[in-house]
Every structure is written in structure tokens, then in C-alpha cells.
């Protein structure tokens, strides 16, 4: 079944550790993928966004993605993580006009 | 950014009731409102698009009785879980595209639905 796949469920780190999230689609054709952040107990906001153009994107917080076509990966980076970090990390990937589909989720901890 | 509010926040309510969760887009309007379902530790899975002034679109699986949507107005949709059983409890999330444009989604805070 077509999908995205988000390779770790939960990820630990140190403070100004390098992340690295991998995310995975199946889908063919063209695609619009994100990346959303959960704060505890908050909702969901876009980190960024790929579209067209630059496969590199920078997103806010100091985080970006890389879009990868041979490999249908966007994987999520930050150089340097922050306790404040701590969330949960969705990619989503939009087919056509409104079919958004979502990863299973990547929860991040950072220890100060 | 864009706001969207959703009510309540969380419901508790017995076996065969029925709840309604509002959807509200507080500072734009949206023609298109999304219904996201999030189970624990798993992701967010589409429900449904509610439309403005038209039937809902349903996903395949998804129960048209068991979930009505109603899109009254440009503001607001509402998901009503109609004789809800335990099955029924997760995490219910809506979105909204804002600025005409249906790549920016912004989310509400989502509802929590526990059935007894």
C-alpha cells in the first residue's frame, strides 16, 4: 500500500546533538511534502514545506529538509538540537488537491 | 498565522450517545475543512473533507452514519459521533487551509474522545 513511513518512533538525544529524521513516501507522480511539529499539548504547526525548486529547504528554528527524488525521501535535519526540541515530528506528503497523507510520527527527546 | 479552534477539548461520554465536535476557523474562512483521526503512537489518518454548502467526502472505510459532518458556514464544521462505542475513542484533529491556498493547513488543538 502507498505510504509514508517515518523509520524512527522514538528518538533520544543530547543537547546540541545533530538530528537527523528520516521520512519515506511510496507514492508516484508529483508530491508536495512537509514537515509538521506537536508540542506537549499543543497542536500541530508547520515546520516547512517542499513544493518545487530547491530540493534543500529551510524551514524555522534553525531546521531543514532535504528532498531526495531517486530515493522518495525528505528527511528532517537540525545541527544542533535544543531541550526545546522536545516534540513529536510528523512528515506529510500532499498528492493532488487535498490528499494529505501522514507519517506515523517520530517523537523527540532532548536532555538538557 | 492562521487559528483554528476546535470544541471541546476533551469528552468523556457513555456507550451509545452521541458527541459533536465543533471546528472553528477564527480568523479566515475555509470552504474546506479537513477530519484527521489519531490513535496512540500512530498517525494521522483522513477521515473526511467537509465542504461548504455540500455533502462531506468520506474516505474509504469511514462510515458516513457513524461520523456526520457539517459544514454550515465558512467558519465552522462540525463532526458528530453518532452512538458512540469504546472503539470510538481516540484523538479527533480538524484543519483548515488558509490563503486560498490547500498546501498551508493549520490545525486544531484537537479532541480528545474517551467513550465508556
Known amino acids: 500500500a502507498q505510504s509514508v513511513s517515518q523509520h524512527n518512533h522514538h528518538v533520544i538525544l543530547s543537547e546540541a546533538a545533530s538530528l537527523e529524521l528520516g521520512c519515506n513516501y511510496s507514492y508516484g507522480g508529483t508530491v508536495n511534502l512537509f514537515w509538521y511539529v506537536q508540542y506537549p499539548g499543543q497542536h500541530l504547526q508547520l515546520l516547512l514545506k517542499?513544493?518545487?525548486?530547491?530540493?534543500l529547504v529551510k524551514g524555522i528554528k534553525g531546521f531543514e529538509a532535504e528532498f531526495i527524488k531517486s530515493k522518495f525521501s525528505f528527511n528532517l535535519r537540525k545541527p544542533s538540537v535544543q531541550w526545546s526540541d522536545t516534540a513529536e515530528y510528523f512528515c506529510?506528503?500532499?498528492?493532488?488537491?487535498?490528499?494529505?497523507?501522514f507519517g506515523a510520527g517520530t517523537r523527540l527527546t532532548v536532555k538538557p | 498565522g492562521a487559528v483554528v479552534s476546535q470544541h471541546p477539548s476533551w469528552v468523556i461520554c457513555k456507550s451509545g450517545t452521541s458527541v459533536k465536535i465543533e471546528c472553528r476557523s477564527l480568523?479566515?474562512?475555509?470552504?474546506?475543512m479537513f477530519w484527521y483521526r489519531q490513535f496512540p503512537k500512530q498517525s494521522l489518518m483522513l477521515m473526511a473533507t467537509s465542504n461548504e454548502g455540500s455533502k462531506a467526502t468520506y474516505e474509504q472505510g469511514v462510515e458516513k452514519d457513524k461520523f456526520l459532518i457539517n459544514h454550515a458556514s465558512l467558519t465552522l464544521s462540525t463532526l458528530t459521533v453518532t452512538s458512540a462505542h469504546p472503539e470510538d475513542s481516540s484523538f479527533y484533529i480538524c484543519?483548515?487551509?488558509?490563503?486560498?491556498?490547500?498546501?498551508?493547513?493549520?490545525f486544531g488543538p484537537g479532541t480528545r474522545l474517551l467513550v465508556l
Open positions: 484543519s483548515a487551509p488558509a490563503g486560498g491556498t490547500k498546501e498551508t493547513q493549520y
Open positions: 517542499y513544493f518545487s525548486g530547491d530540493p
Open positions: 480568523d479566515f474562512q475555509a470552504t474546506t
Open positions: 506529510a506528503v500532499l498528492r493532488g488537491n487535498n490528499d494529505m497523507r
